[in-house]
């Protein structure tokens, strides 16, 4: 059974920091590209941030380039998002997404980042 599992969520100030993490199973993590998304309320679900199945590549949306890292740790099957500098527009329910070529994509639940004074 395929699972996405995030964490790391929660209530952080202006210019505070979160790490989120995305524990998988149920299928070769490896081999997949992963990806954190982010929906803020009355908008559409966007991409944050893309890590290659090897984890030397990555790509980042320019809302958050700079502010943001994403990593993977392949023997453990997580993948992470660092979120440095949070803005109040920062404040989103966070996914996991792990994708390959051919096959549909694997979701995780959300966490919810609330970026508040």
Do not use: H
């Amino acid at each position: 059974q395929v699972q996405l599992v995030e964490s790391g969520g929660g209530l952080v100030q202006p210019g505070g920091s979160l790490r989120l993490s995305c524990v998988a199973s149920g299928f070769t993590f490896s081999s997949y590209v992963m990806s954190w998304y982010r929906q803020a309320p009355g908008k559409e679900r966007e991409l944050v941030a893309v890590i290659r199945s090897g984890g030397g590549r990555t790509m980042y949306a320019s809302s958050v380039k700079g502010r943001f890292a994403i990593s993977r740790d392949n023997a453990k099957n997580t993948v992470y998002l660092q979120m440095n500098s949070l803005q109040p527009e920062d404040t989103a329910v966070y996914y996991c997404n792990a994708d390959i070529i051919g096959q549909r994509p694997y979701w995780g639940q959300g966490t919810q980042v609330t970026v508040s004074s």
